[in-house]
Structures are given as C-alpha cells and as structure tokens.
Antibody, heavy 117, light 108 residues
Framework: QVQVQQWGAGLLKPSETLSLTCAVSGASSSGNYWSWIRQPPGKGLEWIGE???????IYSPSLKSRASISVDTSRNEISLTLKSVTAADTAVYYCAIEANSGTYDFWGQGTLVTVSS | SSELTQDPAVSVALGQTVRITCQGD??????SNWFQQKPGQAPVLVIYARHNRPSGIPDRFSGSSSGNTASLTITGARAEDEADYYCNSRDSSGYVVLFGGGTKLTVL
C-alpha cells in the first residue's frame, strides 16, 4: 500500500521561502505523477505542479515563476519550494501521488502553511 | 479553455439520487476525475478516467462524461456522503492540471 508523509515549516514571514518535503513508500517516481496541490482556508484546490512520468516538471502558469519541484529518487521524496511568499500563499499544502489511475490516488496528510508578519 | 466549472452547492434528500456536474472544453479531450473532501481531511479519489471507481469506493458512486460535461452521480445518498466534491482534468495542452471550484453537497 502507498503511504505518503509530508513535513515542513508551518509559519513564515512575507518574502521568505516555503519549503516542504513528502516521502513516498510503496510507489516509484518513475512511471507515475507526483505533485503538489494547495488549498487556501475555506477555498478550493489549486494545483501547483507535478513531476511527470517522463521526468519533466510542469507548473501552474500562475506559480511558475516562484515554484520549484524536485524529486530525490534515491530517497523516494518530492520537495516543493516557493519563493517570496505573501499572505496569499497561506494554505494547506498537499503532496499527491498517482499510482495507477492517471490521477492522484494517494494524498499526504496536508501541511498548513501560514504567512504572517 | 483553462477552466472547469461546478455549481457551488447542491442538496439531496437522504436516500435519493443526486448528480454533480462539471463543465469545461478540455473535457472533450481529457479524462475527468472526481475527489471527495470532508472537513479537515485530505481529498479522496472516488472516480477516475470518467467512470472508474477505485478499490473501496461504494458502487453508489458513478461517473460519466459527454461532450464538455462530466457528471458524478450518487445513487441512494447517505449522510456520510455530505462533503465537498471536486472535478479534475487537464487543460487543452494536456500538461496543466485543472480543478473545478468544488460543489458542497448537503444531504437533507
């Protein structure tokens, strides 16, 4: 069974860099989509980007200039950095893993990141 | 198109059937998926590739798609089905992932 565990700093000041990591067991980064998705309080899901089956990384056009996703295949981990955060980046951040459905079968528990001075 | 549109809220009487819809031009070319999210929890995949149910999802959940509209149907709604439901697909490029704005389902 696939298990997804994520962690990272939960409180940031404006202009700082958000950094989150997700460890995956039971699935490989090769041949599957691994992604980051966020959800502002009381709002809907927003896709940030994903590491694709072909080894490329694709980003949301609205976050492309600030987001970076990397995968450590030796550790089976996916990481997200988001530069120059503002209050608008306050959200629960999820990593989500595609195993065999073509979409996100398994999700991390979510990490609330609050940006406040 | 780069949007998926859902009704913000839908209600259904206990035991009745409800359909939640999602509209977007990219649905003509790319699979639709549906996620259920309960308060304080991560989303759960309930339908993938238009009409397939993951293991463990009750068969009262079904999906379909026609033209630019995807639908999630719950037949015989139960109290525990009260949740937010999100559709998901890709944009016209096939690379960027889209989510609908979500539909809050209330079971009366």
């Amino acid at each position: 069974q696939v298990q997804v565990q994520q962690w990272g700093a939960g409180l940031l000041k404006p202009s700082e860099t958000l950094s989150l990591t997700c460890a995956v067991s039971g699935a490989s980064s090769s041949g599957n989509y691994w992604s980051w998705i966020r959800q502002p309080p009381g709002k809907g899901l927003e896709w940030i980007g994903e590491f694709t089956q072909s080894g490329k990384t694709i980003y949301s056009p609205s976050l492309k200039s600030r987001a970076s996703i990397s995968v450590d295949t030796s550790r089976n981990e996916i990481s997200l950095t988001l530069k120059s955060v503002t209050a608008a980046d306050t959200a629960v951040y999820y990593c989500a893993i595609e195993a065999n459905s073509g979409t996100y079968d398994f999700w991390g528990q979510g990490t609330l990141v609050t940006v406040s001075s | 198109s780069s949007e998926l549109t859902q009704d913000p809220a839908v209600s259904v009487a206990l035991g009745q059937t409800v359909r939640i819809t999602c509209q977007g031009d990219s649905l003509r070319n790319y699979y639709s998926n549906w996620f259920q999210q309960k308060p304080g929890q991560a989303p759960v995949l309930v339908i993938y590739a238009r009409h397939n149910r993951p293991s463990g999802i009750p068969d009262r959940f079904s999906g379909s798609s026609s033209g630019n509209t995807a639908s999630l149907t719950i037949t015989g709604a139960r109290a525990e089905d009260e949740a937010d439901y999100y559709c998901n697909s890709r944009d016209s490029s096939g690379y960027v992932v889209l989510f609908g704005g979500g539909t809050k389902l209330t079971v009366l």
